[in-house]
């Protein structure tokens, strides 16, 4: 599961890292399918989190957009 993941979203991170409406599609993706993964898969849900939340620079967001983020973030 995690190299499938990897293979879809690495051309996500590398070009629209910095489009946070991207950035929270991906985080609602993970919450979504962490509800049906079997809870083996928790590591591998948090890694992609992490993954995605490095490139970003909360401090260069307008503080609504770094709530939304942030929200998105949490929920996944």
Do not use: C
């Amino acid at each position: 599961m995690e190299a499938m993941m990897f293979e879809a979203l690495i051309l996500i991170k590398t070009y629209a890292s910095h489009d946070i409406l991207v950035v929270t599609s991906v985080f609602e993706a993970i919450r979504v399918a962490r509800l049906e993964a079997h809870v083996s898969h928790e590591e591998t849900f948090e890694w992609f989190i992490d993954y995605f939340e490095e490139p970003l620079d909360f401090e260069e967001l307008q503080p609504r957009e770094r709530a939304f983020l942030t929200n998105q973030m949490m929920r996944a």
